[in-house]
């Protein structure tokens, strides 16, 4: 497990490029939820670009940093280990005084 | 049968999917490009198209075509089978943390590790128990079809290992059983009727 500078919830580009990082990981894919994606949407729509971004969503919910990851894991890889990899890069580059929940779906085998 | 197109939670059916697959995934399609149960779905109808068109060039020198109901029919099940489904949980220490792998990603596995067999087709594929619910016991259900002239139980055997060994790999799931049911051969040619 390598060892990560913590980092502000905001920049879920970082997290969803460590996320990446992560062996046996193939690809992070966009959020579901629409108000996750209501960012998204409207950027769409001002730049034309119709592609939503993959990436770790992170949103906060009544104080608590909430980290959403859908993720594609390698059929090569241990998908159960991999995930748990996941989850602890995303729970060390979180300010650990901070409330946290990080959720994380494995929506692909690939 | 008229039942109604089911469509996978994103709204794609069977048939947009088949389309897009059939225009070489032209034009892109972010929708369905950046969605991991239309991906699922579409590399399993890739498969399929790719059997079906051995079968058809198979026919073109001694074998008969499968029926269309046989290729739809799998294709349904493909269609039912990637739907999300329910969230398999995998563990973790932390109480902060929650992973889960998607049933619609177990299932496509499951059909992508069979495909590595020859001779065999996966028909239908379930996961039966509480899989949702840790530490419960799930039994995966199997239907298939085998190449005519491939011997069976070594097939079935085969399936059993390649499934329990990719579900043994990618889920904590407590399989007690993976039953295989061949209903079915293909590519046989019948000496008096072609079916």
Known sequence: MTSADPVDAGPSDVLTERVLAVAGVERVFPPTALTARLPDLVAAL???KLEP???VDVSDTDGTT???????????????RTARQVADTL??????????SIRIRVVQIT | MNEPEPTLECGKTVEELGDYLAADRTPYDPTIETCPVCLNELRALARVSRLSGDLLAQDA????APP????????????REMRAGRDLPLRHPDPRVRITVTEGAVLALIRAAADDLDGLIVGKCELLGDADRPGA??????????RWGRPIPELSTALRDVVSTALGRHTELDIAAVDVTIEDLHGYVATKEVR
Do not use: F
Request: glycine share 2%; aromatic share 2%.
């Open chain 2, 68 to 79: 269309d109901t046989w290729l739809q029919a799998i294709m349904h099940n493909i269609h």
């Open chain 1, 53 to 55: 971004p993959s990436r």
């Open chain 1, 66 to 80: 909430v980290v959403n990851a859908r993720i594609a894991t390698r059929r090569e890889s241990d998908t159960p």
């Open chain 1, 91 to 100: 729970m060390e580059s979180l300010d650990q005084a901070a409330a946290v």
């Open chain 2, 137 to 146: 016991s799930v039994d995966v259900h199997l239907t298939a079809s085998v």
């Open chain 2, 61 to 64: 020198a001694t074998l008969p």
């Open chain 1, 46 to 48: 001002a730049t034309g």
